[in-house]
């Protein structure tokens, strides 16, 4: 099943909260690590917010638990950005939810792996 054809929003498997699907685009490392090809597509609960797509993230990729969030902090590694809908969403709160263009499916919430240095 493709994302055009799922729906995008549907009740959670064994509650009754409703989730999300988003789209989300990793680095080459970081789906080299996790073992994906592509896009990655994340049921997360309603509201969707970044903290509750990269929570989802590492639930289902495991491996990846310390590579965008800090272990203890749960704060933004500092060599990693996030950017959706054509906004810069790295220096907001984990608490912020996502543009509802990635809410709708049209748009990936994006993870770049920043570089330093000329």
Do not use: K, N
């Not at 990846?64 to 969030?69: A, E, F, P, Q, S």
């Amino acid at each position: 099943m493709t994302v055009d054809e799922a729906p995008r929003r549907s009740a959670a498997r064994g509650g009754s909260g409703a989730v999300v699907r988003v789209r989300v685009v990793l680095p080459e490392h970081l789906r080299t690590l996790a073992d994906v090809h592509g896009e990655v597509v994340l049921e997360v609960p309603e509201p969707p917010t970044i903290g509750s797509a990269l929570a989802a993230l590492e639930g289902r990729h495991p491996v990846l638990r310390g590579t965008i969030l800090e272990h203890a902090t749960r704060r933004r590694r500092a060599f990693v950005r996030f950017f959706a809908d054509g906004r810069d969403l790295s220096h907001v709160a984990m608490e912020t939810e996502l543009p509802e263009a990635v809410t709708r499916g049209d748009e990936p919430f994006v993870v770049v792996g920043a570089m330093a240095g000329g």
